[in-house]
């Protein structure tokens, strides 16, 4: 059964020296779900869980999105 709670992307932009967020891809399976970040370079980040209503919240600090990428839930 495919449950996925909730997922909360939160970029920071930072200067000129910023990674580039290339693609976000969701890969979903009978016993697990998968969220693959495809960066440019490293980036620092920092995981962690919220509740009502229950979420991972994935923050990716000094990245931003590449031009034309969409980040679009479902």
Not at 1 to 10: K, N
Not at 20 to 30: A, H, K, N, T, Y
Not at 49 to 56: G, I, Q
Request: proline content about 4%; overall charge neutral.
């Amino acid at each position: 059964m495919r449950w996925v709670l909730g997922l909360v992307f939160t970029l920071w932009i930072a200067g000129a020296h910023a990674g580039e967020l290339r693609e976000v891809r969701l890969l979903s399976g009978p016993e697990s779900t998968r969220v693959v970040f495809d960066l440019d370079k490293a980036a620092d980040n920092t995981v962690f869980t919220l509740a009502n209503p229950d979420r991972v919240v994935i923050d990716i600090a000094g990245v931003h999105r590449a031009a034309g990428l969409k980040l679009n839930p479902s």
